[in-house]
């Protein structure tokens, strides 16, 4: 069963009583959020993907026929931080990354719940880690105003995206545990179910 903005995964209406709906509407509000940022994140996706083709596509214009325009292969570059980090939290949202295939054969019940929560623990782990590193990068490429070469794009706006995808990752884990420890199916709902 999806997960829509009107029915929690443990199948009662929203508007029934908090105790009836499992572990109540905290985490329920946050799943409602996490959709909408799984939404918001496949957009990015989208667009990244859309600006790296038609950026290469015009760079290879631009090459071929020798335009005196400056290449827009920068744009490609800088469209790969969204794609890839933020990509990467859309995947950890709906678990397309990589898991322990005897864990995705086990029927569903304590023990899967237990290695999905051990697994959201290490992705959490791992989340806070580069959460900091990025942050000093980021930090670092904003006070120092450095830039690319061919167009001048501000090295602030990939490293910002691998901050983004690092606490959207941070996020989905998190949520993930906390679905684990309250007996709920781990995340990956479709965005557009």
Known sequence: MAYDETTPMTGGPMDAPAETR???????ALMRVELKLA???NVVVIAAMAVAIASV????????FDLPIADTGEWAMVAM?????????LCSHLHRHL????????????LRRCLDAVAAALCLVFGLFFI???????????TSGERLIDRGTPVAIPAGFVVAGAVLM???????IWRALAGREPGGYDPWR
């Not at 941070?170 to 993930?176: G, N, P, V």
């Open 132 to 142: 900091a590193l990025a942050w000093d990068l980021f930090d670092y490429a904003r």
């Open 170 to 176: 941070t996020f989905h884990s998190a949520l993930d």
């Open 22 to 28: 499992g572990t109540g509407s905290l985490l329920d």
């Open 99 to 110: 898991t322990a295939d005897i864990v995705e054969m086990l029927p569903e019940g304590l």
């Open 81 to 89: 931080s969204p794609l890839t980090f933020v990509g990467g939290a």
């Open 57 to 64: 596509g015009a760079s290879v214009a631009i090459r071929s």
């Open 39 to 41: 939404r918001v994140e």
